[in-house]
Each structure stands twice: as C-alpha cells, then as structure tokens.
C-alpha cells in the first residue's frame, strides 16, 4: 500500500502546505485521512474507478473543509464518508446548502456513516475507533489493511485511548500541533515530544507527524528543529510535508 501525505498543516493552509489530509491506496481502494484542503489532491492520484472511503477524526474545519472540493472529482462507486462518532448530523447540517453542495445532491452517491457504527459495513478492511481528548469530539482510527496496522491518531492530548489505537502498530500517523515550548497541556494537542512518547509507549513501528499548528510553525525548518526535540524519546519520527510518500 502507499500513504501520501498529502496536507500535514494544522489550522489553515500557508506557505508550508495545506490543512491535513492523508491518503492510503492499495489496488482495490482508497482511504483518505480527514478531508483538510490537501483533499484537492487526490485528483491526479486516485483511481476514482475504485471505492474511496473519507474517514473523518472531528468537525474543526481544517478536518472538513476540502469536502466543500467534493465537486470537483467523479467517483464511480458511492463515496462512503465516516464521521467522528456522534458527529452525523453535525456534517450534515454543514455538508449543505449555502454551504456547499449538498451531501445527498452529488452527481455520485454518498453514503455517510457514524463511526459509531463501523461493524457490518462491508469494509474490504478492519477498522476500530475510539475518543479522543480534544476541544470537541474526537475519533481515532486503527486500521488493518493488508495485515499491517495504520493508526491515525489526530488533534488530541496524550490519552490512553491514542496508546490503544497505535498499539505496534506498522504506521502512525499523529499530531505535532504545538512547539516544544507550548509543551503538552490537556487542550488537546502535542509537540513533537508528546508524540514521541506516545510513539514509544505504543511501540509504533513507523511514526509520521503531521498537523504543525500554520499559526506557530511558520517555515518547515521550524517543524524541523521541534520534532529534533522528540527524538532523544523516539528517533526515527518521520516530519510531515506536503507530498511525501510512504510504501509499506
Ligand atoms: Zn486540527
Ligand atoms: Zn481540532
């Protein structure tokens, strides 16, 4: 499978990328990781013959504003859209006119389904989903794709339930909204430390940092020095940028 990261910004899209979006692609399907604006660039990637499920972590809007980008693409099998658990009619009420588009009046279908619900939906993968700790509800996601383990694990405080989802996992995908100096408060975000050690307590194969907060990370080469900070705890994390790509 590949994962490309495809918007690793937090808050709002700048000079160092767009708003957070990552996508997973096997031979038979595409999994994109919440819809920021780096959802724009599934469209010369995605084979759009193919299911494509949008799985969505909470409803801040630099999780859910590429949906307003549905438009622009074609799919040929009905898009299936997770949202964060309790959170349906939330995305509907903004998945609507004036808005956007909307959800139910695509030329395509649209399934959209609670993460509260993800058993006996048919997946070509497993999938479990749990809360996180965040200024608003917040779901994390483990996923078994081709026997390997991918935990996408956004927009949250140090939590037990982030340690249970990237338990050993292969691939996590995890948060560095704040600097080192903003530490790791119970508002619902880490520095590059924070996500360190929740890289080392779950035993995480692969860690990929994403979501630098646009508002204190201005230039790539501060996400560079912060997430220098987390190494003495976890030394293989792996920062973010816009495009990068992973085989597993
Ligand atoms: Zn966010
Ligand atoms: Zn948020």
Redo the contacts with the bound molecule.
Sequence with gaps: MKITALGTN??FDSQTGS??CTLIQTDDFSIVLDA?YGIAKIKNRVDFSKPVYIFL??L?L??IIGLHVLDWFTFDQPLRIIAPAGGLEDLKDFMRRPFTTNWDQHPYAVELIDADDLSEQGFPFEVSALPLVHAVPDTGYRFVIEGKVVAFV??TAFCDNAVKLAQNADFLIT?S?FLPEQGNPKTG?MDPAGAARLAREAGAKQVLLI?F?ANVYDSIEKRSQAVETGRDIYPDLIMGVDQMEFIL
Excluded: Q, Y
Aim: aromatic residues 6%; without cysteine.
């Design positions: 937090g808050w708003t957070n920021g972590t909470h801040h630099d999780h956004l927009d948060e909204g975000h979501h907060g």
